[in-house]
């Protein structure tokens, strides 16, 4: 009981399907504003479109001239005989909308909107924006810009810029939100012979932004690497998304303009966007695999290099070298950068020693000395290679005397066609001397530099990208909640909205923790100074007091905080300070105290905490905490809901991890339970979006225990706007519900999870070759289905983009589990359509769950938003075409291959 027209795991680029074709590939284009007028940008946009070779028809847009350039000119795009794909407004921005609403009139599918004048002069310029926005919405009509260069197709011919010259075609899609840097860069390319696949100028981001063109990209076959110049991210969660997608199948390089205050300052004022922090922007290029760089150079060389060589495993570089210096040289830079020269092994140490002169180095970098022949290197690197812990290699030739660098060049081609598993660099250094040689390894597509430093800084790049890819579709999963008790949080959110309090207290913050399974330190409410004795007594003494309060939010600054109390007249003492310090702050300041254990310091205080950023919601801190923690700022970022993986990327980017791990006697804290917490801790983030602000601070950890010390919460005001959702949506838990099967069995639909990967390779094992090929429409080999890169595709989806439901089922004897039947539902981007397919284990068809997994697809894609799914089905599937007509859906012959479905969705059958 199977169906689709492609496996969205299979065939992850979906070539057929590209809604920006109106942009990149147009028959007919008409230029709204072109004119003859002499250096103008309507000339220059017009000469640049007839004079690239892209095929198309151009039609210029004047209603006071009858030709311009010696073509008809039309007075407005209505009145163009043809259908228009695409429009190009070069006009004042007060006549923009009129343009707008007249393309809409004509059938034009993408308008790139070139004039500036918009949002970034102010209020009014915003205001006009948004009503172009609507209009272009509510007419389907796509835009690119305002304020921006246009954009560049080379291999398709397409220049629809007022760039002076054309971008050479190549292989690199390249995406920037300034048109003064695009034409930089496209003068530096033509120098450097670089090719694009595409060449955007994406300007102010009125409606198509980032993960549109990602997304475009990471389906056109032309492009192999996507490079970015950014200075706002725009819509985080579409970034988010598209590029998570795309980075695994395609390297997505960003170099972010905006790092220093003043440079941010400069980049919003010249695009009209709030800008977010920026390490905040580095905690989300992590998440979703996308690698940021510095410089222009890096932007381009990390372009080449990922998509001619194998990524790294690890972050060890084994260096060959005929110089001892420029080998210090790219290991100063190596370490540096978060690099590891390669331990030899005995084995390679033994090897080396066998064919080296004996003054070679005997350890890496392996210098085999100034009179190295081609065949010493070839062996050099031959050896090197083969070691186990090596992850990547650098050569480097320095012209000496006896040296032949071309004849070095063509042998170290012949080697490294044995060589595939592991990235290869090549620096060879000098000018004309070493100029052929170099030309050779290019022609090879083995990747050269001019300096062994700068090739080591590529080699950590390398390894950095490697190392976010390999956590990349480790989407985490919200656990079922149903054991926090929530009426209690509810009611403590409640009271506090009713007294129009923001700030809970210690008391109501921790237990919100102990919910979540976050461990605190028993923690008890006195009012009087007589209470306080009782608790203590009770708790056992040395006892800490800290201040109670609704209103005072750090109580160490105000003396609110007394430690290590021995006995009842320090109690009582200690209360009365208290209460005695918050006088000044007015008679709600002070509601009592509470009453904690002394615990033992030994161990390291952590802070742990949360607070909102304007374009990526509530962001994860993690670090050093204690009264020092703003001296000391040693602290991660990363985006919630997090997993194990994640956590433990959150810590390693800290300093005081490698104290958690054990140092100076110390035994390790036990670093799993550790992960645990954090993964809590991001769950409760995401299920109370009301909480703004939370700062666990001490969290003290030890090889004993993990326990939080102090805690803080606060709300947002019921009077302030919706918080920002969080950028990485979680796990869909509204979706899971049980249903019982026509044999009685009870199973579980539920959205995929990361963790179900052995159960679909499970699945996998005993499927019939007619589910199989009704599935893919083709026969596929079980080795191929189960593979992990394949079906890291399946189980790590990204919920924004996919909605996969499984059918599981538990066996009240084994308690095993198993998945019988999978249906997934993938929207089309762009559109409010999706695509739909299914596949029911051979054993369990006949049981109803086919249409019952339909159906659920069906209310998911409502709960959506979504407009229409559709999907494919093989002529001789009955089964499959039986269920979609018995549940509305409309059968249409497309041709002798498939047959189409596509529904509206219908009125609700029950909710899921």
Known sequence: MLMNLVDPAHDILRYDYTPLQPFFTPQRVAVIGATEKPGSVGRTLLWNLISSPFGGTVFPINPKRPSILGIKAYTDIVSVPEPVDLAIIAIPAPLVLSAVQQCIQAGVKGAIIISAGFKEIGESGQQLEQDILQTARQGHLRIIGPNCLGLMCPPYGLNATFAHTMARPGNVGFLSQSGALCTSILDWSLREHVGFSAFVSIGSMLDISWGDLIYHLG????????????????????????????????????IKGGRTQEAAQAAASHTGALMGSDDVLDAAFRRCGVLRVNTIDELFNMAEVLAKQPRP??????????????????????IRGGGHLTPLAPETHQALESCLPSAWSHHNPIDILGDATPERYAQALKIAAQDPGSDGLLVILTPQAMTDPERTAQTLIQTAQGISHKPLLASWMGGEGVAEGEALLNQAGLFTLPYPDTAAQVFNLMSQYSYRLRALYETPVIKDSEHLERRQMEQILAAATACDRTLLSEWE????????????????????????????????????LKLHSHTITHKTDVGGVHLNLQNPTAVQAAFATIQHNVQPFGDQAFLGVTVQPMLDQDGYELILGSSPDPQFGPVILFGLGGQLVEVF????????????????????????????QGVRGHQSVDLAQLEQLLVRFSHLIVEYPQIKEIDINPLLVSEQQIVALDARVILYPHTEKQPVRTAIRPYPSQYVYPWTMG??????????????????????QNLSEESVYFRYFHLMKLQTRV?????????????????????????????????LGVARLSKLYGTQTAEFGMLVHDHYQGQGLGTELLTSLIQVGRAEGLSAIKADILPENRAMQHICKKLGFQLQRQSDAVEAIYTTLPAPIRAV
Not at 640 to 658: G, K
Not at 788 to 817: G, K, N, W
């Open 219 to 254: 389906d056109d076959p032309q492009t192999h690497s996507i490079v970015i110049y950014m200075e706002s991210i725009g819509d985080a969660r579409s970034f988010l998304s598209a590029a998570r997608e795309v980075a695994l199948s395609k390297p997505i390089i960003v």
């Open 743 to 764: 044999n009685g069995w009870p199973v579980t639909i539920r959205p995929i999870r990361p963790e179900d990967e052995p159960l679909i390779v499970q699945f996998h």
């Open 313 to 334: 495993q690890g972050n060890r570089l084994t260096i060959v070298t005929n110089a001892g210096g420029p080998g210090v040289l790219a290991t100063d830079t190596l």
């Open 633 to 660: 700022q040693d602290r991660a970022l990363g985006l919630p809901p997090l997993n194990s993986t994640l956590a433990r990327r959150l810590m390693e980017q800290t300093q005081i991890y490698q104290a958690l």
């Open 509 to 544: 913050s921790k237990q919100f923790l102990q919910a979540y399974g976050i461990p605190t330190v028993p923690t008890h409410f006195a009012q009087t100074s007589e209470q306080a004795v009782e608790y203590a007594q009770y708790i056992g003494y040395p006892v800490v």
């Open 787 to 819: 593979a992990h890169d394949r079906l890291m595709r399946i189980c790590f989806v990204d919920y924004d983009r996919e909605i996969a439901l499984v059918a599981e089922y538990e066996d009240p004897q084994t308690r095993d589990h198993q998945i």
